[in-house]
């Protein structure tokens, strides 16, 4: 072979070489892209399997999310009602505080992951959601509603069915404004005004607008709660369980297993309980109980999903 032809052929597997290279180089790189985004799938699928997992039934709303930032509007209703197996979440409201701060002290020793319901205008209740935030437990207004009986009419911040739109808006707003530390509210009596649209209605708007939540303490069987906060969809919680009508032992032991039976078959359930000596001696005595029977006590928003169906 002469010196042209040896030069030919060297350059032609010189490119062939490096024809080869850039072949390989591109096959790595599609690699290294191609995990990379399968990766990146598997860790957003996580994620939303994650948030999504376990949780209760409860309506979307776009403040919500700002608040929380724990919502995911992408995820379809499917994905979200993915049944999961985990362990068991309790949430427990206590009502009626305000009034006495060693019954709120007790509590917020027993367990941080309680959650406080605090009546406005009370001696102790702004003490009370200052050293809820401090502990870094979850405090709602315990919000006092016109009842069927007059029994509690008159008491300070109380919404009524004679008030107007306007009155309902402005009083419901001088109590937030008050205890602004509040992640929701529930209804403290409100047997009469927990049945109405329209008032009902006035103050949905007002928690969507500032971004909280509604237990429904369900006072009343023909309460419009549920109904309202799908169309204004508001994040919404209902009480399960109340432990102690009656405060005697067996009354709160017989509860407490409907409620432990509740979220063993549901996966989450939700007990209000009252800020008393003889509830606040039953807790005490329980809470332990609840880790060994695979329980996990969350605050209230913890239950929330999304899911206007779970
Ligand atoms: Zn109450």
Redesign the pocket.
Known sequence: MGRKGFLRKRRRRARALSRRRTVLLVTVLCLILGSGFVVGLRYTQSRANKRTTGTAGQYLDDSWQKTTGRHEKALSPKKRRKPETQEGRVAIVI??LGPNLKHAERLLDLDRHLTL?V?PWQIHSEEILQRASETGAEAIL?QPMEAHHEEGSGMPGMLYLRMSDREIRETLAKNLDAYAVVAGMN???GSALTEDERALGVVFQVLRERGLYFLD?RTSAQTVGKKLARVEGLPFFERDVFLDNESDHDYMAGMWDRFIGEARTRGYAVLIA?GRTESIDFLAARLPELGRDGFRLVRLSELYSGDPDA
Do not use: G, L, V, Y
Request: charged share 20%; hydrophobic share 30%; no cysteine.
């Open positions: 009502d009626d319901a009546i315990h209804n403290h009596m303490s009252h």
